[in-house]
């Protein structure tokens, strides 16, 4: 999968079995997808998974990794990847932006992005192989760019990988699961917690003013393929001053948490959370444990983590010189679990 900032890959464990210890659970909402990492492990696990996330690039990623099915997709995305693979490259958007004006990819590859993602349009495919092969070039561009993993920013010199000729895979999209056919969503978290009925919710919301958007504006652009307007040094979409999040602001993280949370319709939640992130694990463990009136329990998992490739190399301006220090190079993540309490049977 692509390189992800708050990738729960070291959490999965602790998150599958938190899931396989609810009796009888067979569905769980995942309500910020990200790259569908979690989705795709309980998928293998499974479950039945309802994926959610605002971002196109995301709700794409889960529309391949959980809703397609490998036995209706893969014959057809073996056949294109072969046929997309062999387009010669032809300069467009991605080259002017990414590869000249910034410096995120190779030009002979951007040329081959441009050219692919313009074969994908063309072919009008179907929403779930449209999402294959989409997923399929962003983790190729993902494999061949000069970042450290985020899109704020592209490295001073050219990353070895960036060298390396693009080439389309198949991803790894799985069968149905036992549990049922999955589904991808591209809601607002709150209008999903308040409408979709699941077992279980499991919640990974962001933790500081970092916006995902921001952080990997290049592949909504991919997705959207909508050439728009760009501002600063990373050509980031114009739409990321005003596409802003109520979970990127410190003052309105609380109340938005509180909402989503009680809007919930499932009898237990996994949260996932840093403490790096917007509010202390007394005040979370504080805000689940009046959930239902406080007829519930919290139990809390601490995971030690290292923080993404960045916070090692340090930061950065536009010329090369350092301007900042590293501070630490891993935290902490919280895994809570809430469990609504059984309603108490009314004497005869």
Not at 73 to 90: I, K, M, Y
Request: glycine residues 6%.
């Amino acid at each position: 999968m692509i390189k992800y900032l708050g990738s729960k890959r070291t959490l999965l464990p602790v998150i599958i079995d938190a899931v396989r210890q609810v009796e009888g659970a067979r569905t769980v909402l995942d309500l910020f997808s990200g790259t569908a990492r979690v989705g795709h492990a309980l998928k293998v696990a499974g479950f039945r998974v309802i994926s959610n996330d605002h971002n196109a690039y995301a709700a794409t990623l889960a529309r391949c990794y959980v809703q397609a099915d490998r036995e209706d997709v893969l014959a057809d995305a073996e056949r294109l990847v072969a046929e997309f693979n062999a387009l010669p490259g032809r300069a467009g958007y991605i080259t002017a932006t990414f590869c000249e004006q910034a410096r995120f990819f190779q030009p002979r590859n951007g040329e081959r992005i441009d050219a692919i993602r313009d074969a994908i349009a063309a072919k009008s495919l179907e929403p779930e192989l449209e999402a294959v092969m989409l997923v399929s070039l962003m983790e190729a561009a993902d494999r061949v760019d000069s970042t450290t993993g985020v899109q704020m920013a592209y490295l001073k010199k050219w990353a070895p990988r960036s060298f390396n000729t693009m080439e389309l895979r198949v991803p790894a999209v799985l069968p149905r699961a036992a549990g049922g056919k999955g589904q991808s969503l591209g809601l607002d978290a709150l209008e999903a917690a308040a409408t979709v009925d699941a077992d279980i919710a499991y919640i990974d919301p962001p933790y500081n003013q970092h916006s995902y958007l921001g952080n990997y504006h290049i592949w909504e652009t991919l997705v959207r393929w909508d050439a728009p307007p760009i501002y600063g040094v990373a050509c980031k979409r114009d739409d990321v001053r005003r596409r802003q999040s109520v979970f990127n602001s410190r003052p309105r993280f609380e109340q938005a948490m509180r909402d989503m949370l009680s809007a919930v319709r499932a009898p237990v939640l996994i949260v996932s959370f840093s403490n790096e992130g917007f509010l202390e694990r007394e005040r979370f463990e504080e805000l689940l444990a009046g959930l239902w009136g406080g007829a519930c329990t919290v139990e809390t998992i601490e995971n030690d983590y290292r923080r993404y490739v960045g916070a090692k190399i340090g930061i950065y301006n536009p010329q090369g010189a350092k301007v900042g220090k590293v501070s630490h190079v891993t935290n902490k993540e919280f895994v809570y679990i809430v469990r609504r309490a059984a309603s108490p049977v009314a004497a005869v």
